[in-house]
């Protein structure tokens, strides 16, 4: 299975994103505000209103092509199978493809420029390389935790060591 999780990064500019802090990318993903004009205003500040509301619905949520049970894209495919091996099973997962307003407008919420997004509290993580490089170096059992959600891989490690 872990070999599914084995993605090459995007681009170089992509992998200074990556390494940006986390704050960083979601005070980014904040940016506008009320009363900036443009976007905020008419049909685009009812759907960043609606992507706020979503992305704070749930502790985990994940923008994906795709459902969990069918994920359309080898991306979102392994976000699903990264939470499905953290046993995070109850999170809020929204399909893209079904929704041109959401595709679109969680690009333009979060800055970020591709699908896969992961929020956790409602807080902008990143996309499938930043959830892969969270896995493999132990910091998505410590942000599971600070949500609530034990790591099922802590129960794994114990199975290990008997």
Request: proline letters at 3%; aromatic letters at 6%.
């Amino acid at each position: 299975m872990y070999s599914l999780l084995r993605i090459s990064c995007r681009t170089a500019a992509r992998r200074a994103l990556v390494q940006a802090p986390r704050r960083y990318l979601s005070e980014g993903a904040a940016g506008g505000g009320e009363g900036a004009g443009g976007e905020d205003e008419g049909k685009g500040g009812a759907t960043r209103q609606r992507l706020e509301g979503l992305v704070k619905k749930d502790k985990v949520v994940v923008f994906i092509k795709g459902t969990p049970a069918q994920p359309m894209c080898g991306f979102s495919n392994a976000v699903v199978q990264i939470l499905r091996m953290h046993g995070v099973e109850n999170y809020g997962s929204y399909n893209v493809l079904e929704d041109q307003e959401i595709r679109q407008g969680i690009k333009n919420y979060s800055n970020w420029p591709t699908i896969p997004q992961i929020y956790f509290d409602g807080e902008f993580v990143g996309g499938c390389d930043i959830l892969l490089q969270m896995h493999q170096n132990g910091d998505l059992v410590e942000e599971l935790k600070k949500l609530g959600i034990r790591s099922a891989l802590l129960d794994t490690e114990k199975e290990d060591k008997k």
